[in-house]
């Protein structure tokens, strides 16, 4: 498997529980990223992942959304408490580093196909 | 609020014609990103524009970026079924790793 893997594909789970998603990014690449893509709505950074620096989780929406990458492969997005309103779908994507300095250049982001989150 | 929009939000034309979708915002990028995704998948880079007016072409495809750096356009000549897809454009600031999106483009090829 040459690409960015997720599962499940599909999550259903009932307002109030907790959900692990996880992604396995290309082996390699020391970047990893999470977007969330709601219907209508462009993709969403949620947080990034570079090396062993802390990663930048500016763009987690409530304190209920927290990541963590072990070993510096494979990483789990973990939501608390789900709300119907995170229903979305959960993309991640990994690059072989971020990019250059100054952010002029971003090292191509290979995406996984996503996992359907649905809180009913 | 989006920092980037796209425009048209949906786009349907007969195969054989010529689209173009605009990406439009009011801050300025470092650099400019348009990606396809189809159903089911997640996104794949097509092409990333840096300089402000630089046009590139991806055979049948031409991108621009704005002379200000604000802007883009992706324009398809002579369109197959195979273009349809959801179009997304992102911007990257100056300073920054992390992509602005637009909402995207749905483009629809019939043929």
């Known amino acids: 498997g040459a690409g960015v893997s997720q599962s499940p594909s599909n999550k259903v789970t009932e307002k109030g529980k907790d959900v692990e998603l996880r992604c396995d990014p290309i082996s390699g690449h020391t970047a990893l990223y999470w977007y969330r893509q709601s219907l209508g709505q462009g993709l969403e950074f949620l947080i990034y992942?570079?090396?062993?620096?802390?990663?930048?989780k500016s763009g987690l929406p409530s304190d209920r959304f927290s990541a963590e990458r072990t070993g510096g492969s494979v990483s789990t997005l973990t939501i608390q408490r789900t709300q119907q309103e995170d229903s979305a779908v959960y993309l991640c994507?990994?690059?072989?580093?971020?990019?250059?300095?100054?952010?002029?250049?971003?090292?191509?982001?290979?995406f996984g196909p996503g996992t359907r989150l649905t809180v009913l | 609020t989006q920092l980037l929009e796209q425009s048209p939000q949906f786009l349907s034309i007969q195969e054989g014609e010529n689209l173009t979708v605009y990406c439009n915002s009011s801050?300025?990028?470092?650099?400019l990103q348009w990606y396809r995704q189809e159903p089911g998948e997640g996104p794949v880079l097509l092409v990333t524009v840096v300089t402000g007016g630089e046009v590139k072409k991806l055979k049948r495809l031409t991108f621009q970026f704005g002379d200000a750096r604000k802007d883009s356009s992706l324009h398809i000549t002579a369109a197959q079924t195979g273009d349809t897809g959801l179009y997304l454009c992102?911007?990257?600031?100056?300073?920054?790793?992390?992509?602005?999106f637009g909402a995207g483009t749905t483009v629809t090829v019939r043929a």
């Open positions: 801050s300025v990028f470092s650099s």
């Open positions: 994507a990994s690059s072989l580093a971020l990019g250059t300095s100054g952010g002029a250049f971003l090292d191509t982001q290979y």
């Open positions: 992942f570079q090396g062993n620096s802390a990663p930048d």
């Open positions: 992102a911007g990257l600031r100056s300073n920054d790793y992390k992509l602005s």
